[in-house]
Nanobody
Framework: QLQPVESGGGLVQPGGSLKLSCEVS????????VAWIRQVPGKEHEAVSC????????NYADSVKGRFTISRDNSNNTVFLRMNNLLPEDTGVYYC?????????????????WGQGTRVTVSS
């Protein structure tokens, strides 16, 4: 089944941290990249970060630079998004998405396989 599965969302206070996980299965090794894409209320989808099979990563959202870190564990086919110093404006649904390519893209429409999303709420 070519659908990533996310976990790890929840409610956190401003300044807190969360770690999202994404299990990816069904894709041959070294044939895809994985991105975290979010949709915050009132805005369209936004690619946050992307990571290649080699571990090379890209941060696309200026608002999360220095706070969010993407990583992956190839032995378990899992990609993570560590989110620190969370802000209320980070509230939204976070999707893990796969692009069958060796190259990351900052365009969320370039990712063809999406998980169902995990909700992150940052509120006191």
């Amino acid at each position: 089944q070519l659908q990533p599965v996310e976990s790890g969302g929840g409610l956190v206070q401003p300044g807190g941290s969360l770690k999202l996980s994404c299990e990816v299965s069904g894709f041959p090794r070294n044939s895809y990249v994985v991105a975290w894409i979010r949709q915050v209320p009132g805005k369209e989808h936004e690619a946050v970060s992307c990571i290649r099979d080699s571990g090379g990563s890209f941060n696309y959202a200026d608002s999360v630079k220095g706070r969010f870190t993407i990583s992956r564990d190839n032995s378990n086919n899992t990609v993570f998004l560590r989110m620190n110093n969370l802000l209320p404006e980070d509230t939204g649904v976070y999707y893990c998405a796969v692009r069958p390519s060796l190259y990351c893209s900052r365009l969320w429409r370039d990712y063809g396989y999406w998980g169902q999303g995990t909700r992150v709420t940052v509120s006191s």
